[in-house]
């Protein structure tokens, strides 16, 4: 099973916000993370465990940062995000409500399908909302 198919929105979450959080000289607080995740620095904690478990976050003094494979699904889960986003707004959904039906599929969907559901899209550069997408990876890596 591919890396984002084991994982929580709420864990990806948390990885959005690390990521905005983080800075070159310090890492994401549980206080911060815990705030942007609108709960309770425990409940906040139990959505790191498994993040830092599976190498996508290193935690150093109670601080967490992305590790580059941290960095990297989170990439992965925007393509599969809004991807999903075009296909459901070219089957006639509203602008709000691809964002809804992407979320129901952009975990569960293998980088091989989205891949195939982007060509199938003709490899759009920008979701409905206009938030950029990554080009395709044309290594057949299959990671
Ligand atoms: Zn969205
Ligand atoms: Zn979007």
């Known amino acids: 099973?591919?890396?984002?198919?084991?994982?929580?929105?709420?864990?990806?979450?948390?990885?959005?916000?690390?990521?905005?959080?983080?800075?070159?000289?310090?890492?994401?607080?549980?206080?911060?993370i815990a705030s942007g995740l609108r709960v309770r620095p425990p409940s906040a904690l139990a959505h790191l465990g498994p993040l830092e478990e599976r190498g996508l976050i290193s935690r150093f003094r109670g601080k967490s940062r992305l590790?580059?494979?941290?960095?990297?699904?989170?990439?992965?889960?925007?393509r599969h995000h809004r991807v999903a986003e075009s296909l459901f707004s070219r089957a006639g959904l509203s602008v709000e409500a691809t964002c809804r039906a992407a979320r129901e599929v952009d975990l569960a969907l293998s980088h091989r399908t989205v891949e195939k559901i982007c060509a199938a899209e003709g490899h759009p550069s920008v979701c409905p909302h206009g938030a950029p997408i990554a080009p395709c990876r044309t290594s057949g890596k299959a990671s």
Do not use: D, N, P, W
């Open 1 to 32: 099973m591919e890396t984002l198919q084991q994982l929580t929105h709420r864990q990806v979450e948390a990885l959005r916000i690390i990521a905005t959080r983080q800075s070159e000289s310090r890492g994401a607080s549980l206080k911060e």
């Open 67 to 78: 590790t580059s494979r941290g960095a990297a699904c989170l990439e992965e889960y925007r």
